[in-house]
């Protein structure tokens, strides 16, 4: 009887053995998924602070933009009105130098005229 109660004890003992490292393997495992989760976490809020970084950025260079853009529209707007000028300054130059023509051929005919009219003379 004793050597069935010394089988039945080993048998425990062995099975509690075996639950204690089963046990001692699970909490390892669990340890090492806590410490993952820390370092995941703390990754986490790395990668938070770098898109709030970035955020920022963004903001600015999209206010950057609407600068640029509004800029862009007074330069066009300024192009446009010198535009419009240097058409309306070539107009007149174009009607100075017609009239500046008409002048002169007013001008030769008049020489002309004086010319015949003192050799008549």
Known sequence: MENITNVITDMYIDMIKKL???????NNRICNLVKDNDELEEK????QLEIEKLKLE???LS??????????EEEEETNSKLAKNFVELEEKYNSLKK???EVETDLINLEKKNFFENKLN
């Open 63 to 72: 206010d950057k933009c609407m600068e640029f853009i509004i800029e862009n």
């Open 58 to 60: 963004n903001k600015e």
């Open 99 to 101: 009239d500046y023509s």
């Open 20 to 26: 204690t490292l089963h046990i001692e393997n699970k």
């Open 44 to 47: 986490n809020t790395d990668l």
